[in-house]
């Protein structure tokens, strides 16, 4: 995986999950929605989608990129997953990019043109039109650049 791209997701992490939460659970690979620093809801088996069922968002998203519970298994038959563990999560996510066609404009350090066209993935990106709590741009650029992203 190259820098940029690594930085990427180290970046949709830390708009996801919030780098309170990433510094003390597995890098936010166990991690449940509804989670705050001060209360995580973690789980433990990575064999699979926890679907554990926040009322409060109403959403069983989990991990370290916050996927929903639904497509779980047609990603996880797509990609041949063996599970829900950090490496399937990681490939799960690189496979949302490449569905955004955001992997080149990662690739040359084009960053606002990467997050926009995956806005419509990660509800804490910018633009992203859910309802819930939206990042600024410039944090997120900051969190990218802090991984070891380069901006063209």
Same mark, same amino acid.
């Given at each position: 995986?190259?820098? *940029?791209?690594?930085?990427?997701?180290?970046?949709? /992490?830390?708009?996801?999950?919030?780098? /309170?939460?990433?510094?003390?659970?597995? *890098?936010?690979?166990?991690?449940?929605?509804?989670?705050?620093?001060?209360?995580?809801?973690?789980?433990?088996?990575?064999?699979?989608?926890?679907?554990?069922?926040?009322?409060?968002?109403?959403?069983? /998203?989990?991990?370290?990129?916050?996927?929903?519970?639904?497509?779980?298994?047609?990603?996880?038959? !797509? #990609?041949? #997953?063996?599970?829900?563990?950090?490496?399937? !999560?990681?490939?799960?996510?690189?496979? #949302?990019?490449?569905?955004?066609?955001?992997?080149?404009?990662?690739?040359?350090?084009?960053?606002? /043109?990467?997050?926009?066209?995956?806005?419509?993935?990660?509800?804490?990106?910018?633009?992203?039109?859910?309802?819930?709590?939206? *990042? !600024?741009?410039?944090? #997120?650029?900051?969190?990218?650049?802090?991984?070891?992203?380069?901006?063209?």
């Amino acid at each position: 995986m190259s820098p *940029n791209l690594k930085a990427f997701l180290d970046m949709i /992490a830390w708009s996801e999950i919030g780098p /309170a939460l990433l510094a003390i659970t597995d *890098n936010g690979y166990d991690v449940c929605v509804g989670s705050t620093p001060e209360h995580p809801i973690r789980f433990t088996d990575y064999s699979t989608h926890p679907r554990r069922h926040d009322p409060a968002t109403n959403s069983d /998203a989990a991990g370290r990129y916050q996927f929903m519970g639904r497509y779980w298994p047609s990603y996880q038959v !797509q #990609l041949s #997953l063996p599970d829900f563990g950090p490496a399937s !999560q990681d490939k799960w996510c690189v496979q #949302l990019i490449r569905e955004c066609h955001a992997l080149d404009d990662i690739e040359a350090g084009q960053f606002e /043109a990467a997050v926009a066209k995956c806005a419509s993935r990660w509800a804490s990106l910018p633009g992203a039109g859910y309802g819930q709590h939206e *990042n !600024q741009i410039a944090a #997120l650029r900051a969190a990218y650049q802090a991984a070891g992203g380069v901006l063209a």
